[in-house]
């Protein structure tokens, strides 16, 4: 899209959304992050779950928090990651979304846990996150969920 196009408000708010996801992924991905991007990346998964908000279906809204409560997770903010990763399981409850996001759902509620110290909490989430990767469509998406779950604190994938 050259600069001169106009954005209909409805590409304006996919565009917005996108770059700013794979921006968060940037910054969770340093190692050597400032504190002045930490703060960029807390309010970058905001916004881009905000600009879903206008124009995304179900599914971009509960990967929006699934993103939000990733990052929390990252910064150790247990309180923030249980809640957004409650809203995106919720989401996904309400809108009969199952598959990849139904068992991710379960991960980040699993992870959110771990990092409470709740550990029997988190252990209930990761089981049910094994149990709904079952239900994955697609082998590779599978492997990324059994994968990342072996990276949740405090429990073996």
Same mark, same amino acid.
């Given at each position: 899209? *050259?600069?001169?196009?106009?954005?209909? =408000?409805? +590409?304006?708010? #996919?565009?917005?959304? &996108?770059?700013?996801?794979?921006?968060?992924?940037?910054?969770?991905?340093?190692?050597?992050?400032?504190?002045?991007?930490?703060?960029?990346?807390?309010?970058?998964?905001?916004?881009?779950?905000?600009?879903?908000?206008?124009?995304?279906? *179900?599914?971009?809204?509960?990967?929006? =928090?699934? +993103?939000?409560? #990733?990052?929390?997770? &990252?910064?150790?903010?247990?309180?923030?990651?249980?809640?957004?990763?409650?809203?995106?399981?919720?989401?996904?409850?309400?809108?009969?979304?199952?598959?990849?996001?139904?068992?991710?759902?379960?991960?980040?509620?699993?992870?959110?846990?771990?990092?409470?110290?709740?550990?029997?909490?988190?252990?209930?989430?990761?089981?049910?996150?094994?149990?709904?990767?079952?239900?994955?469509?697609?082998?590779?998406?599978?492997?990324?969920?059994?994968?990342?779950?072996?990276?949740?604190?405090?429990?073996?994938?």
């Amino acid at each position: 899209m *050259s600069t001169e196009e106009t954005l209909t =408000e409805a +590409q304006f708010h #996919r565009k917005t959304a &996108v770059g700013l996801f794979n921006h968060v992924w940037t910054l969770m991905e340093k190692t050597d992050r400032t504190p002045a991007e930490t703060d960029e990346m807390v309010h970058a998964a905001h916004a881009s779950r905000h600009h879903w908000s206008k124009i995304g279906t *179900s599914v971009n809204l509960d990967r929006g =928090e699934w +993103q939000v409560s #990733r990052v929390y997770c &990252v910064l150790g903010r247990s309180e923030s990651a249980i809640y957004h990763a409650q809203r995106c399981l919720a989401l996904c409850l309400e809108s009969g979304v199952g598959d990849w996001d139904l068992a991710f759902a379960y991960e980040a509620l699993s992870r959110a846990h771990a990092i409470a110290g709740n550990s029997a909490k988190s252990k209930a989430f990761f089981d049910q996150a094994h149990q709904a990767a079952k239900d994955i469509a697609e082998d590779e998406d599978r492997e990324l969920l059994l994968s990342d779950l072996k990276t949740i604190p405090g429990l073996e994938g």
